[in-house]
């Protein structure tokens, strides 16, 4: 999972990274899989915002983004779904 502002990219292999709020409750880091509770809070958050009415992303050097919510669930295949081809550590979806 990245997250692009501007011309920075934040996740794992960049410079800074973020948070995601989805639906007032927070995720650090979510594009952390390297762990189990990484994958399940990786899982959690595409399941969140597929049905989320707000997202916002705080980034490591403060910016705050409103990312829109409406199209989610067409955009992202549901975690179960033959659509989603997802491979973390633990998890094969």
Known sequence: ???TVGNTAYHIDCQG????TIDGKEVTAPYEIDSLVGADWFRYS????RKANS?????????SVELLSKGSAEALPNASSPEM???TGFYSF
């Not at 990274?17 to 995601?20: E, G, K």
């Not at 595409?46 to 915002?49: K, N, P, Q």
């Not at 997202?55 to 910016?63: A, K, M, R, Y």
């Open 17 to 20: 990274d973020f948070n995601l």
């Open 55 to 63: 997202i916002f992303s705080v980034t490591s050097d403060g910016q």
């Open 1 to 3: 999972m990245d997250l």
């Open 46 to 49: 595409l399941e969140a915002i």
């Open 85 to 87: 081809s997802c491979l």
